[in-house]
Structures are given as C-alpha cells and as structure tokens.
C-alpha cells in the first residue's frame, strides 16, 4: 500500500477527525480511502449527455405556503411533457410539506426543472437523484 502525505486546513481536518471517531472508522486512512474510492467511482461513471433519464426531486418548505404551492402546480404544467407523476405529502404536526416530482428527460431538461424548482424561493429545500434509463437491468425471470 503507498503512503501519500496530504497538507489540509486545521479546521478541515478537525472536522475529519469528529467523523472519524463519531462513525469509528479506524483511522483517518481508513476515511480518506473510503472518500477516494467514491471520487474514483464518481469520475468513472459513463456522462449522462445524450442519455434518457429519470430524475426524483424532492422540495421540502414549511407548512401552509399557499404561494410555494402554487408555483409547484405551475411547474408541473409548464414542464408536463417532462413530468411523469407529482405528489404532495404533509408532514407529521404542520412541520412542513414535501413535493415529489418523477421527471423524465434529458440531461438539460431535468437540469432546468431542478433550477425551477431551486428558483422559488429561499424557503424551499431541493434535492434530487438520478438514473439513466439504459441502466435498467432486464427481468432475468
Ligand atoms: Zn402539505
């Protein structure tokens, strides 16, 4: 196994430390191998130019924002072509709400409903996930 020497802010690799104790890893090698292993699997992944995909995105806001809601059902009307379905779920208590949008599409038309969605206003939260459809495994029953 090699040995690399890495420079890193104080502050940076104080925050490593916490996790590596707070999650026990072994040791701060066992962290840093982890986090190049995803970066190495990250920049493997084929580009998702030119490729079908379906995207989840989720919004979460507070509670009762009769204007978040109403640019919600004008997103899902202005992007319907790229919609496939959109649910609203109320969370426990009035704490807040979270619309689920499946969105199917290529790479700049899920890009640009995700930006619609982040463009509503600060109260909003987005996140998002990604397959490419040509991913789907066929039945092997
Ligand atoms: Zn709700």
Redesign the pocket.
């Known amino acids: 196994m090699g040995i690399v020497s890495v420079s890193m802010p104080e502050d940076l690799l104080e925050e490593i430390d916490d996790i590596v104790e707070t999650h026990d890893y072994s040791g701060r090698s066992e962290l840093f191998r982890e986090a190049g292993r995803k970066l190495v699997q990250e920049f493997r992944e084929p580009s998702l130019e030119d490729r079908d995909l379906v995207a989840i995105v989720s919004a979460l806001f507070p ?1 009762d924002s009769p204007a978040v ?1 109403t640019k919600m059902t004008e997103l899902r009307h202005t992007h319907a072509s790229a919609v496939r379905s959109n649910s ?4 426990c208590d009035d704490q ?2 979270v619309e689920t949008f499946i969105i199917e599409g290529e790479l700049a038309t899920v890009s640009e409903f995700v930006r619609d969605v982040e463009a509503t206003n600060e109260d909003v939260q987005v996140e998002y996930s990604l397959f490419p459809v040509d991913s789907i495994q066929r039945p092997t029953l």
């Open positions: 509670y809601e609203h779920s109320c969370i807040g709400c």
